[in-house]
Nanobody, 125 residues
Framework: QVQLVESGGRLVQAGGSLRLSCAAS????????MGWFRQAPGKEREFVAG????????AYADSVKGRFTISINNANNTVSLQMNSLKPEDTAVYYCAADRMGLVIDRSRYNYDYWGQGTQVTVSS
């Protein structure tokens, strides 16, 4: 059984930085694609960033491009999201997700098979 556990969310001021981590366990992930999604109150869950397990391919939502960086540590099965220049509109619950197919970085939440419990990020103005 795949388990994804996120950590690192907290309250931060606008302009600040945070680093989220996702610890993956339970499988061999070499064929997986990993993604970060977020969901703000009253809004749909949206794609933030994705990365192939090799780390060679990445993708970002336009709203975070240039501010967020996704990375992967294959040695300890950890996916990280470095978030800089945070804005109040980045406030949301952030979720880590895993896609078993892993052929492309999918931006649709419906194509991800496993999810973490989420971690709250709050950016104050």
């Amino acid at each position: 059984q795949v388990q994804l556990v996120e950590s690192g969310g907290r309250l931060v001021q606008a302009g600040g930085s945070l680093r989220l981590s996702c610890a993956a366990s339970g499988r061999t992930f070499s064929s997986y694609t990993m993604g970060w999604f977020r969901q703000a109150p009253g809004k749909e869950r949206e794609f933030v960033a994705g990365i192939s397990w090799s780390g060679r391919s990445t993708a970002y939502a336009d709203s975070v491009k240039g501010r967020f960086t996704i990375s992967i540590n294959n040695a300890n099965n950890t996916v990280s999201l470095q978030m800089n220049s945070l804005k109040p509109e980045d406030t949301a619950v952030y979720y880590c997700a895993a896609d078993r197919m892993g052929l492309v970085i999918d931006r649709s939440r419906y194509n991800y098979d496993y999810w973490g419990q989420g971690t709250q990020v709050t950016v104050s103005s």
